[in-house]
């Protein structure tokens, strides 16, 4: 399957996600905030990258940019995590993600939510 870098600063969030993209057979790799984040991109390219808007320090749409300019992620979608689906927000954040999923992740459906982004067509 996909390996995904999940950026996420709440350990219970990590673990939910977790969970759910385990089943699904997707190799994980995790990152509570910018600098770990790098690393991890620096290790390995992700084939996808779930980043939390609000983390501690950079923000991820700081980070996103970020790693896009130091890494070549050509066709390595990021899909936003956030709380805040307010009005205006996302446009801010499709403006520098390739997509969004509102926080409280639905257990129900991250999967289907990701398929476009994992199997592009």
């Not at 070549?72 to 307010?86: D, F, K, R, S, Y």
């Amino acid at each position: 399957m996909a390996r995904i870098l999940i950026v996420e600063d709440n350990p219970d969030n990590q673990k939910l996600i977790g969970l759910l993209l385990k089943r699904d057979g997707h190799d994980l790799a995790f990152a509570e905030n910018a600098e770990a984040a790098h690393a991890a991109v620096a290790e390995q390219i992700p084939d996808l990258i779930l980043m939390d808007i609000q983390l501690p320090g950079t923000d991820g749409l700081a980070l996103t940019a970020e790693l896009r300019a130091k890494f070549i992620l050509t066709g390595v979608p990021v899909v936003a995590l956030t709380a805040n689906a307010m009005s205006g927000d996302e446009e801010k954040i499709l403006a520098v993600c390739d997509g969004y999923i509102a926080k409280p992740i639905n257990t129900r459906t991250l999967s289907s939510q990701l398929t476009p982004f994992l199997n592009p067509a």
